[in-house]
């Protein structure tokens, strides 16, 4: 069971990025996913969520600029996000779990990480 995201980089502010957290040891239809940040000395966050009914969840901070999918067929979820700003240099994490959410908690298995780093 493995979760891996990818598309992380450098950007500069106003511009974009989509992650991608693939899933391979089981399917991600039958769970909620979500992506989660953490910046340096701060505390993991919840950025977006999607259940599996597809209903979606943003943090103010990113609601109207970021936007999660799912593409079942490729057991992978997207999270495209444009307009960067410098404070959305994070890592982000995406997770697997029985609720959408942005607690911790219900989410059992986790990927890697993926680095965000928006400057000019």
């Known amino acids: 069971v493995q979760l891996v995201e990818s598309g992380g980089g450098l950007v500069q502010p106003g511009g974009s990025l989509r992650l991608s957290c693939a899933a391979s040891?089981?399917?991600?239809?039958?769970?909620?996913i979500g992506w989660f940040r953490q910046a340096p000395g701060k505390e993991r966050e919840g950025v977006s969520s999607?259940?599996?009914?597809?209903?979606?969840n943003y943090a103010d901070s990113v609601r109207g600029r970021f936007t999660i999918s799912r593409d079942n067929a490729k057991n992978t979820v997207f999270l495209q996000m444009n307009s960067l700003k410098p404070e959305d240099t994070a890592v982000y994490y995406c997770?697997?779990?029985?609720?959408?959410?942005?607690?911790?908690?219900?989410?059992?298995?986790w990927g890697q990480g993926t680095q965000v780093t928006v400057s000019s």
């Open positions: 040891g089981f399917t991600l239809d039958y769970h909620a």
């Open positions: 997770a697997a779990g029985n609720v959408a959410t942005f607690s911790t908690g219900p989410y059992y298995y």
């Open positions: 999607i259940s599996m009914e597809g209903r979606t």
